[in-house]
């Protein structure tokens, strides 16, 4: 089902949908990683692989997945054409790695500044959680980055908020991200809004701004 084809909460409902405050840090690197992470835990067999022309279906399948415990929801306010008008633009690419045969984890990069700024964008990063404490986050971002810089971009820019995981500013960090800014702002928890499925609230952070503090270099 098309996300736009979600009822919206009734007008007194949305009075009482709780407020999440987030801290986003704008970051960018202005040359390749000099780190080589170390390899994953030995296990399964693992492939990182690019998805020719993905499916709506299967990138909410990988964007959920991941996403859902650091309440990610904007991809899920987009319908269905707006969301395969990006995944269908050659200059966004989607790479999937895969371990014993499963979806492991997943980085999407996006080329369409880089003819006329020399940009590229790592729009979205991470691992599904029954992936995650395998070492597999740096090995899968090293590979993000190596495609990144092959294209002789000037520059790589990402960004992340306090409500991701703990570990995921560092692991930019020693990579190589340095931050160039950051904002807070405050929006409607999704677990409320219907972006996110209610049942999945015990496994998400707690709907309190207080539970999000400042980042702190």
């Keep these: 089902m098309s996300v736009?084809?979600?009822p919206a909460p009734p007008a007194e409902a949305q009075a009482d949908i709780p407020q999440i405050e987030s801290t986003i840090?704008?970051?960018?690197?202005?040359?390749?990683p000099r780190v080589r992470p170390a390899q994953p835990l030995a296990g399964p067999t693992q492939a990182l692989l690019p998805v020719e022309q993905p499916t709506v279906s299967f990138y909410r399948f990988l964007y959920n997945s991941v996403g859902t415990d650091w309440l990610?929801?904007?991809r899920r306010?987009?319908?269905?054409?707006?969301?395969?008008?990006?995944?269908?633009d050659p200059a966004n690419e989607l790479w999937v790695l895969y371990r014993g045969g499963q979806p492991a984890g997943y980085a999407?990069?996006?080329?369409?500044?880089?003819?006329?700024?020399?940009v590229v964008g790592l729009s979205y990063f991470g691992?599904?959680?029954d992936f995650i404490g395998l070492k597999l986050g740096p090995y899968l971002l090293h590979a993000a980055l190596e495609r990144a810089w092959s294209k002789d971009p000037r520059r790589v820019t990402v960004n992340t908020c306090t409500l991701d995981h703990p570990s995921t500013?560092?692991?930019y960090r020693r990579m190589g991200f340095q931050p160039i800014g950051r904002k807070t702002r405050v929006f409607d928890d999704p677990r409320f809004t219907g972006l996110i499925p209610r049942e999945n609230q015990a496994r998400a952070?707690?709907?309190?701004?207080?539970?999000?503090?400042?980042l702190r270099d």
Excluded: N
Aim: hydrophobic fraction near 45%.
């Design 108 to 118: 999407e990069l996006d080329f369409r500044r880089l003819a006329d700024l020399g």
């Design 205 to 214: 952070r707690p709907a309190s701004p207080r539970a999000f503090p400042a």
């Design 169 to 171: 500013l560092p692991l």
């Design 4 to 6: 736009r084809s979600r």
């Design 127 to 129: 691992l599904l959680p």
């Design 77 to 88: 306010m987009l319908s269905d054409a707006q969301l395969r008008s990006i995944l269908r």
């Design 25 to 32: 840090t704008f970051l960018e690197m202005l040359e390749p």
């Design 72 to 74: 990610w929801f904007e």
